[in-house]
């Protein structure tokens, strides 16, 4: 398999990613972060049907797995309230770079319920977001 | 950073943290599209919620509709291109690359909106990149 074949969707997630957290602050501008989040979550059910119907309707089904999917949405829509609601009285900076440390969230839950072990490298990346968060959201002069 | 400001930002971080990991547990027993079908169900749930919440009575602001429904379709595409990179490709580097995504937010909000990088944020974007390479190297 090149290299390229998996680089260039990556790239494309990486920008459509940054594009999609930016337009939110667009969007609360004019409307307000429950009315977004309302019809973000009506839109993303509209265009998942869409792909559906693209993908000839092949619905897998498992109680276990449709349960974690749906806690996957439920969790990921209430992160983007919360995200829409900072937005509306902070910067794109701050805020997209304070919540985009959410692995370092994922890494300590896979190290508490997936008994997942801490390489040195890991501690060293924990060690560097703490610091970001600090720089980023402690007291005193900007610049 | 205000109080509220930092109180909504680590709402968002704590809830996504749990994102971030489910999906390595749903993938096991059901493929992409079945998850992302079931998370649009959950998805529905919030939004659902919060409309009941405001009784039924959304704003209705046709630029702002507009670039809502954009922001939720540049998202399914990014997710599906995601599933796409990772069926072919290391995770690792795959996810360390993708999780860069606030470089293009924060360039688009200095380009369009205007808005001042300090030094001090540009210290602080710096070290947050390079720990979350890090962490999913």
Known sequence: MSTSAWLIPSFGAFLLWGVSQFVPKLAVARLSPFSQIAWSGLSFCLLTGIVLACTGFDLRFDPQGALLAWSIGLCGFTGQLFYVMALKQGTVTRVSIVTALYPLGTTVLSVLFLHETLTLRQMAGIVLCLAAVVLLTGGGKDD | MTRQETLLSAAALALWSVWGLVPKLALQSLPPVSVLFYESLGSCTVA????????????????????????????????????????????????????????VSVLLAALILREKITRRQILAIALAMAGVALLAA
């Open chain 2, 48 to 103: 659902l919620a919060v409309l009941a919440f405001i009784r039924f009575r959304p704003d209705i602001d046709r630029r702002g509709m507009a670039l809502t429904f954009g922001g939720s379709a540049v998202s399914v595409v990014a997710m599906l291109i995601f599933f796409r990179a990772v069926s072919l490709g290391p995770v690792s580097i795959i996810v360390t690359l993708t999780a860069m995504y606030p470089v």
